[in-house]
């Protein structure tokens, strides 16, 4: 008798211990992650810290959690990852919880890419004390990271001795102020007939122009390209809107290091964001280098639209002395007549595949190499 009495209290206890389990086991029960950094450049290391907190009474005998991360971020200890497909992986881990523990741990990562990189769902297992029954559950606990472009080293190119004599070009391509004459230099196709110096290209037999100082009221807009081909949703070659964005990255860091105020545009989907959202607002210090840094880091491999239409869109910010500096991985002659045609005062655009031969009148060319090539202006 007393032996049914004991299997019958025992039954009872595994039933109500079930039911408490299934209605309380998740109640409570907090998961919080972050990166240790707001934003890293392609191969530094990271900080995934996961923090999880069980604010009751009732323990949590066993937990198994599933994280679900995008490829890209590399775990330093990969034993509990498993693929997911080709563009996500699982991240497992197994813990025990108890009554008004917090749980902290910490992961090395590393990422190889640039991108925005965001983690949102996971899903959580548990069980009653005895095993007997499962619980199942789905929480949202956010974080994001952002991988910069890397930045280039562009000193040796930026300086063209042939052309320009010596002279800084991210100087030449601000604005110059014709009110302060630097010295002489040969003419180059692309320059005006009113900066020739008529007395010292009959001393030297052949034409001279002058060089001037750079005004300090200009700010820059950079605008990058992703228009490599006609039809919007085509993709670009990963590795030609890579080289865009480190250009462009590695040309404002210079600009902003010389106190010019710069701006940032692109006609290229940004990951989490609307595609207004750009980085216009004019800075020269290391925060909003840091910005647009961030919105450089969201850009994916498609471009909402043609660039002639972006510029029309960021027009307002255009103002007197506002420079448009274009990167774009080739120049097209469509694109050129598009922007001919548009009322700004100074557009200079960078090419990175091809040299075009033309010579517009609100409209210069230049031709980015690699290495220890040089621009050539055409």
Known sequence: MNSLWFIIASLAIIFLEAIIYKKLIFKELTINRRFSSRGVFPGDALTLEF????????????????????MGLNFDNDSMVSSLGKEQFIHRLNLYVLPFQKVIRKYLLCVEKRGFYEIKGIS????????????????????????????????????IASSFQGENIVKRWIMEDPLT???????????????????????YGELKVNTYAYTADTKVIVLCNLEANDDIWKGQNYDEVEKTIEVSAS???????????????TNALMAGQEYDDFALRFGSDNKHFINILDNMAR???????HIADTIRKIKSHITWGTVVLIITPVVKDEMLQELSTLEIQDIKIIALQSEVNKSLKNLQIYYFKDKDEQYEKN
């Open 124 to 159: 959580i297992e548990s069980t009653n004390l005895f095993g007997t029954e499962k619980y199942y559950s789905q929480i949202i606990a956010p974080a994001s990271i952002s991988v910069y472009p890397r930045l280039r080293d562009l000193t040796d190119s930026m300086a």
């Open 251 to 265: 040309l404002i860091q210079l600009l902003i290091k010389q106190g010019v105020p710069c701006g940032f545009a």
């Open 181 to 203: 004459i630097l010295g002489i230099r040969d003419y180059q196709n692309s320059d005006h007939l009113k900066n020739v110096n008529w007395k010292a290209t009959a001393k």
């Open 299 to 305: 850009i994916q491999m498609y471009k909402k639209c």
């Open 51 to 70: 923090t999880l907190s069980n604010n009751k009474m009732l323990p949590v005998s066993w937990l198994n959690i599933q994280q679900i991360f995008p």
